[in-house]
């Protein structure tokens, strides 16, 4: 089985569970939290009037 991010081959059960290798289970963790905070929108009420 290959790493979703990168293509290399995964060695471990854990990345074959998670489908990356551990490198690029953390930079696709950081990427996601990433995403997750720049989809975020103003609670109603914050920024009006700006």
Do not use: I
């Not at 996601?32 to 700006?50: A, D, R």
């Amino acid at each position: 089985m290959e790493c979703g991010r990168c293509g290399r081959a995964l060695k471990d059960k854990k990345s074959f569970e998670r489908g990356y290798g551990p490198k690029c289970w953390k930079k696709a963790q950081a990427d996601e939290k990433e995403t997750e905070q720049e989809g975020e929108t103003p609670q109603h009420g914050e920024n009006e009037g700006v």
